[in-house]
């Protein structure tokens, strides 16, 4: 006989996440119990905390590893259904989407850590490659971001001659280029040498400055600026 899950409503009120959360503050909670709130129910068998335990087993205990899950990924754990899968999905998307956000108010550019937080939110959790430009003014004010391309699991295409398009219609002085490795190695191919050869001269010939290359990959990154390789 299977055993029964014990309902989080008998629980005292100081150990159930929500009452928990309002009583002793957000910070109080652990990353479970905060998975638990957006999993709102468990199932016969387990109840929400228990199965939120189980879903940060899956990842590693890990949020960025987390964030990497996709609904069928979530949905191996008995218990989550799709409605509760794109629930967690959607919550890592706004965490997401809050960090570029800050970054992006900042309005200037001014060292390869600020790309790395702005980037990261975006390319770190995803299986496939993404390649991305940064459009600055002269005092390296963000004027705009836009994907380029979206690619296969090793490599995206690049065309040289859309970027300068698009930067010149964006009125850019300096471009930032960034893409990911899924692969968590954050070191350039020679592909990546050679394209970041290919924009910088085709800038050059426009007056607009590649100003970095960088590579992100998981929580590690490379600039091409900082290497001195530009």
């Known amino acids: 006989m299977k055993q029964q899950a014990y309902p989080i409503n008998k629980w005292s009120k100081d150990d159930r996440p929500r009452e928990k959360l309002l009583t002793k503050g957000v910070a109080a909670l652990s990353d479970a119990e905060l998975l ?8 016969k068998e387990e109840n929400a905390v228990e199965l939120a335990k189980k879903v940060m087993l899956q990842s590693g205990n890990n949020l960025n590893q987390l964030g990497k899950l996709t609904v069928t990924d979530l949905k191996k754990n008995k218990g989550m259904g799709v409605a509760k899968a794109v629930s967690i999905i959607a919550a890592m998307e706004l965490g997401r989407r809050r960090i570029s956000g800050a970054i992006t108010e900042k309005k200037q550019i001014t060292s390869s850590k600020d790309l790395f937080l702005l980037f990261h939110p975006m390319l770190s959790d995803l299986p496939h490659e993404e390649f991305w430009i940064l459009f600055l003014s002269r005092s390296n004010r963000i004027k705009d971001l836009q994907r380029l391309s979206s690619g296969g699991i090793s490599d995206t295409s690049v065309d040289v001659r859309l970027i300068m398009k698009m930067a010149v219609e964006q009125l850019a002085s300096g471009i930032v280029v960034c893409h990911n ?3 968590g190695n954050p070191a350039p191919g020679d592909q990546d040498v050679l394209i970041t050869k290919k924009i910088k001269e085709g800038g050059a010939l426009l007056d607009i400055a590649l100003l970095d290359h960088v590579i992100i990959a998981d929580n590690k990154y490379y600039s091409f600026a900082d290497e001195g390789k530009l």
Do not use: E, R, T
């Open 181 to 183: 490795h899924p692969s």
């Open 36 to 43: 638990a709130i957006l999993i709102g129910s468990g199932s």
